[in-house]
T-cell receptor
Framework: DGGITQSPKYLFRKEGQNVTLSCEQNLNHDAMYWYRQDPGQGLRLIYY???????QKGDIAEGYSVSREKKESFPLTVTSAQKNPTAFYLC???????????FGPGTRLLVL | EDQVTQSPEALRLQEGESSSLNCSYT??????LFWYRQDPGKGPEFLFT???AGEEKEKERLKATLTKKESFLHITAPKPEDSATYLC???????????FGTGTRLKVLA
């Protein structure tokens, strides 16, 4: 089955803990993105990657880190430096940065 | 500053009652305008891309139009299954960055 997968669907973080959200795709798209969605706000870009081993900060990168070691995978780590991590996290892909973005199912992160 | 404003914030329609959602935007250069549908707890589902003023796209009961300053998503004879949040985004032609609106929550009553 082709597409974009995100896991887990729900994730709980304890105070001071780093957590990693997974995003995988098998559509051979070059560009991958991470967005954060909060109630009453538009989607905000955290990080994006155009090619393997390269990524750029988005508008709200502080407290987050990413890696792009494989074309299929773009994991997002929410570090303890992110003081307000509760949100719905969305991964998106596109064939290139000029092209239409398609979204995964999302991961909801909650703080214990 | 690039900005996208969607109105209304929420809309309740009776089944079969046609209406339109608005997306107004300011962007230094428009590469494209995108409409997505988002169901609660799920990721946005792509609907349409519009590239230039005057362009129109249709899919089932939905029709999207674009002018130089705004886009409309027309919903004709909606059904309860059309209930969702509809998101609009514009892509800046210089940075290729997407700027999203906050969405319109549509509820269609049977």
């Amino acid at each position: 089955d082709g597409g974009i997968t995100q896991s887990p669907k729900y994730l709980f973080r304890k105070e001071g803990q780093n957590v990693t959200l997974s995003c995988e795709q098998n559509l051979n798209h070059d560009a991958m993105y991470w967005y954060r969605q909060d109630p009453g706000q538009g989607l905000r870009l955290i990080y994006y990657s155009q090619i393997v081993n390269d990524f750029q900060k988005g508008d709200i990168a502080e407290g987050y880190s990413v890696s792009r070691e494989k074309k299929e995978s773009f994991p997002l780590t929410v570090t303890s430096a992110q003081k307000n991590p509760t949100a719905f996290y969305l991964c998106a892909i596109s064939m290139g940065v000029r092209e239409t973005q398609y979204f995964g199912p999302g991961t909801r992160l909650l703080v214990l | 500053e690039d900005q996208v404003t969607q109105s209304p914030e929420a809309l309740r329609l009776q089944e079969g009652e046609s209406s339109s959602l608005n997306c107004s935007y300011t962007v230094s250069g428009l590469r494209g305008l995108f409409w997505y549908r988002q169901d609660p707890g799920k990721g946005p589902e792509f609907l349409f891309t519009l590239y230039s003023a005057g362009e129109e796209k249709e899919k089932e009961r939905l029709k999207a139009t674009l002018t130089k300053k705004e886009s409309f998503l027309h919903i004709t004879a909606p059904k309860p299954e059309d209930s969702a949040t509809y998101l609009c985004a514009v892509q800046d032609s210089g940075t290729y960055k997407y700027i999203f609106g906050t969405g319109t929550r549509l509820k269609v009553l049977a």
